[in-house]
Structures are given as structure tokens and as C-alpha cells.
């Protein structure tokens, strides 16, 4: 085993606190548990919410309750309903979320959505 390997475990989401962000509207509110190199969060956001910047991080984002749309930079937006899925690499895409109603999500990113890392 190295100091990368992740030995069995459960996540007891209830006992996470939540942090606030604010967006450029409303409000995403993360649980988060990270391990060397992996980030793994329950986020959800406000009514309204918007994002404030342009991220360019990789991410796999799961939708475990209600929708939002992701929208890129180039003026593309996909929207993602409850039980859909997006994923992408770093630095491969400048998007944002949005929603109109609040959503809640499942996001996971790490080292390991770095171009070039095996």
C-alpha cells in the first residue's frame, strides 16, 4: 500500500459540515472529505445560483436531486437532470453551473482528471 491508496471506508455524509460559497448569485454549500490527490463532495446549490468564475478544473459531476445547466464559455450549455453525469479532464472545457430551482450534486476531481497522469 502507498500514502495514495485508500483503504475501505464509509462516508457518513451527515456528520460533514457544510461550508458556504457564494456564487455571482445565490449560494453552493459543500460536504467534503479529501484523500491525497481525490476531492469527493456533496454540493448543492441555492435557488438562482450562479457561479463567480470560470473553472477550468476536471470534474466527474453526478446529479443526485433536481437540474442544472452547465454552461461553457463559448455560449454551449448542457443541461443535466437528476441521475445524469458529466465528466471532463482539466483544462479542457471553461464552464460554469447554474440553476434555476437549486440542485444537488455529487462531484468528485482529483490529480487523476490531470492531462497526461495515468
Not at 460559497?21 to 446549490?45: A, C, D, M, N, P
Not at 471532463?88 to 468528485?108: C, E
Request: net charge neutral; with cysteine; charged share 25%.
Amino acid at each position: 500500500m502507498t500514502d495514495k491508496n485508500i483503504p475501505f471506508q464509509t462516508i457518513d455524509w451527515s456528520v460533514i459540515p457544510k461550508t458556504e460559497h457564494k456564487g455571482e448569485r445565490g449560494s453552493s454549500y459543500w460536504q467534503t472529505v479529501e484523500f491525497q490527490g481525490l476531492r469527493i463532495r456533496i454540493v448543492e446549490y441555492s435557488k438562482g445560483y450562479m457561479a463567480d468564475h470560470w473553472c477550468q478544473k476536471g470534474h466527474i459531476v453526478h446529479c443526485l436531486d433536481g437540474k442544472f445547466v452547465s454552461e461553457m464559455q463559448d455560449g454551449i450549455e448542457f443541461l443535466l437532470t437528476k441521475g445524469m453525469t458529466f465528466v471532463v479532464s482539466d483544462d479542457l472545457s471553461s464552464h460554469r453551473s447554474k440553476t434555476r430551482n437549486g440542485v444537488k450534486l455529487l462531484i468528485i476531481d482529483g490529480n487523476f482528471l490531470k492531462p497526461g497522469i495515468e
